[in-house]
């Protein structure tokens, strides 16, 4: 138990410090990325005037009956 404490009391493990670092720049990399495909789905998912015009008649396809 004294080995427990000491560990404990004697400050951070620099191992866990280090992979508490490195999960912290993953994080912050998915959230980047996640911003990033966020905008690139909504520029995708916007109509434009040409996309709007190039739906014709011909186009549609028939109802189900």
Known sequence: MAKALLGH?????PR???E????QQ???DL???L???QAEN???ATPTHDD???VGVQDREPALT
């Not at 009391?9 to 493990?13: E, I, K, T």
């Open 9 to 13: 009391v004697g400050g951070p493990d």
């Open 16 to 18: 866990m410090v280090a």
């Open 20 to 23: 508490m670092r490195r999960l």
């Open 26 to 28: 993953r994080v912050r």
């Open 31 to 33: 959230e980047a990325e």
């Open 35 to 37: 911003v990033r495909l």
């Open 42 to 44: 909504d520029a995708l």
């Open 52 to 54: 709007v015009l190039s």
